[in-house]
């Protein structure tokens, strides 16, 4: 079992920074990539960051690219989505994910994720 403990959302306004943090912890020794999704009202989640745990290659979806960065630490077993420039349009529910069964994927898909943490609220004012 894995279990994910996300913090760090919070309202911040647009040009913004914010830091969002996942704790992991249980049988993260078989990990293969660690993820993050977003789910703004009224709409379906979707892929926002990855990072490869073994090897660090990271992907990100295009809107994000050169503004939002995935970290690691892996001393504190955490993973982090350093979010700069911040849009309106990105206020969601933020999640992280854990893939612990698909060795080969990318992670780019909810399908190849087993472990959810329960979300965090990132608001962003204009």
């Known amino acids: 079992q894995v279990q994910l403990v996300e913090s760090g959302g919070g309202l911040v306004q647009a040009g913004g920074s914010l830091r969002l943090s996942c704790a992991a912890s249980?049988?993260?020794?078989?990990?293969?990539?660690m993820g993050w999704f977003r789910q703004a009202p009224g709409k379906e989640r979707e892929f926002v960051a990855v990072?490869?745990?073994?090897?660090?290659?990271?992907y990100y979806e295009d809107p994000v690219k050169g503004r939002f960065t995935i970290s690691r630490d892996i001393a504190k077993n955490t993973v982090y989505l350093q979010m700069n420039s911040l849009k309106p349009e990105a206020t969601a529910v933020y999640y992280c994910?854990?893939?612990?069964?698909?060795?080969?994927?990318?992670?780019?898909?909810?399908?190849?994720?087993?472990?959810w943490g329960q979300g965090t609220q990132v608001t962003v004012s204009s």
């Open positions: 249980g049988r993260t020794f078989s990990r293969y990539a």
């Open positions: 994910a854990a893939d612990i069964s698909h060795p080969t994927a990318v992670g780019t898909m909810e399908h190849e994720y087993d472990y």
């Open positions: 990072r490869r745990w073994a090897t660090g290659n990271t």
